[in-house]
């Protein structure tokens, strides 16, 4: 069983920062891609940015510059360091992995997070 948590969510006024985590754990062979998505209330969810397990990176438009992926991947970790946040980045920001396997010869799933709630507001 895999299990992906992420920490570092809260409160924050506008134009400060926030640092998100999301350690996937249990039994693990190789992760894909990592990557971060969000979900404003009355809006669908949306990719933030991805990163890939060799470092390639992609970023939603209207946090480039803003927001960087990085990743660890001897601890199956990815994080999402968000700088000069604004009241629309306002939302339960959600960590997936994709085509994770917990053996080589397993098949490949994709795992969420249960969410961190980020707010930002004066």
């Known amino acids: 069983q895999v299990q992906l948590v992420e920490s570092g969510g809260g409160l924050v006024q506008p134009g400060g920062s926030l640092r998100l985590s999301c350690a996937a754990s249990?039994?693990?062979?190789?992760?894909?891609?990592m990557g971060w998505y969000r979900q404003a209330p009355g809006k669908q969810r949306e990719l933030v940015a991805t990163?890939?397990?060799?470092?390639?990176?992609k970023y939603e438009e209207s946090v480039k510059g803003r927001f960087t992926i990085s990743r660890d991947n001897a601890k199956n970790t990815v994080y999402l360091q968000m700088n000069s946040l604004k009241p629309e980045d306002t939302a339960v920001y959600y960590c997936?992995?994709?085509?994770?396997?917990?053996?080589?010869?397993?098949?490949?799933?994709?795992?969420w997070g249960q969410g961190t709630q980020v707010t930002v507001q004066s």
């Open positions: 997936k992995g994709e085509n994770i396997r917990s053996f080589w010869y397993s098949p490949a799933y994709a795992y």
């Open positions: 249990g039994t693990i062979f190789s992760i894909n891609a």
């Open positions: 990163i890939t397990s060799g470092g390639s990176t």
